[in-house]
C-alpha cells in the first residue's frame, strides 16, 4: 500500500511538470472542459477491477488525434472501446514503451458513456478530457474514464461521467453490470465498433 502511494505521488508530481508544456490552445480549452471532471476521488467509478490503476491526473486535457493502425477500435471485452490516440508531440513524453500501440495514448470509453458519448472519429483532431492513468497490469498509460470530447476549433463537443448513471462500484465486469441512475442496463458500445477478436483474431483481449 505504501509503494502504491509512493507511485502514485511520484507519477503524479512527474505529470503536474510535464504537462505544463502544454499550449496556450489546449489550456484555453481546459479552463471549460475541466468543469466536466468529477471530484478525484470518484475518477475510477465504473472502471473494471480499479485497483490494477494509478491515478496520474484526475482530470488532464489533451490533444490529438484518433488513428487506427496498426490497431483499429475495438470492443473489449469488459465492454469498453479502446482507441489509439496519437496525441500532440508535448504528450508523448508522458507514454511509456509499452503502451499497446508505440507512440499512441489509450484512451477507453466505457459501457456507461454508451448515449453520451458518440464513438471517436478517426483521423479528426480532437480535444479530449479525462482521467490520465497508469494501468500497472499492462505497464501503460492511458485516459480512462474519458469525461468529454470536443471536435478542435469548433463547438461541438460530447459530454459523460459518473453523473449521467453507471454503477460507481462495479470491480468485474461493466459489460454486465452497468446501470444507470434509473436502474436501466447501460447503452454500451455493442455492436458499434468490431470486437477484440475480429480486429486482431485472438480471442483474448487486454481488457
Same mark, same amino acid.
Given at each position: 500500500m505504501m509503494l502504491r502511494k509512493f507511485l502514485t505521488l511520484l507519477l503524479g508530481l512527474l505529470v503536474a511538470l510535464l504537462v505544463g508544456t502544454n499550449s496556450a490552445s489546449a489550456q484555453?480549452? &481546459?479552463?471549460a472542459l475541466e468543469s466536466?471532471? #468529477?471530484?478525484?476521488?470518484?475518477?475510477l467509478e465504473g472502471t473494471?477491477? =480499479?485497483?490494477?490503476?494509478?491515478?496520474?491526473?484526475?482530470?488532464?486535457?489533451?490533444?490529438?488525434r484518433?488513428?487506427?493502425s496498426p490497431l483499429p477500435q475495438y470492443h473489449a471485452s469488459d465492454g469498453d472501446v479502446h482507441n489509439q490516440f496519437d496525441t500532440d508531440p508535448q504528450?508523448?513524453?508522458?507514454? @511509456?514503451?509499452?503502451?499497446? @500501440? =508505440?507512440?499512441?495514448?489509450?484512451?477507453?470509453?466505457? #459501457?456507461r458513456d454508451g448515449g453520451h458519448l458518440p464513438v471517436l472519429p478517426v483521423g479528426s483532431r480532437l480535444v479530449l478530457v479525462g482521467a490520465l492513468?497508469?494501468?500497472? &497490469?499492462?505497464?501503460?498509460?492511458?485516459m480512462h474514464p474519458l469525461y468529454g470530447w470536443c471536435y478542435e476549433g469548433g463547438d @461541438?463537443?460530447?459530454?459523460? &461521467? #459518473?453523473?449521467?448513471?453507471?454503477? =460507481?462500484?462495479?470491480?468485474?465486469?461493466p459489460r454486465e453490470e452497468c446501470y444507470t441512475e434509473t436502474g436501466q442496463r447501460c447503452q454500451g458500445y455493442e455492436g458499434?465498433?468490431? #470486437?477484440?477478436?475480429?480486429?486482431v483474431g485472438r480471442a483474448t483481449d487486454p481488457g
Open positions: 484555453e480549452e &481546459g479552463l466536466w471532471c #468529477p471530484s478525484p476521488e470518484r475518477a473494471a477491477n =480499479p485497483d490494477r490503476l494509478i491515478v496520474l491526473d484526475p482530470c488532464m486535457v489533451v490533444t490529438g484518433v488513428v487506427d504528450y508523448k513524453i508522458l507514454l @511509456t514503451d509499452q503502451q499497446e @500501440t =508505440p507512440g499512441n495514448l489509450i484512451v477507453e470509453l466505457m #459501457p492513468v497508469y494501468d500497472a &497490469g499492462h505497464a501503460w498509460t492511458e @461541438t463537443c460530447y459530454r459523460s &461521467g #459518473p453523473q449521467f448513471g453507471g454503477n =460507481p462500484e462495479i470491480t468485474a465486469n458499434v465498433v468490431p #470486437p477484440y477478436e475480429q480486429v
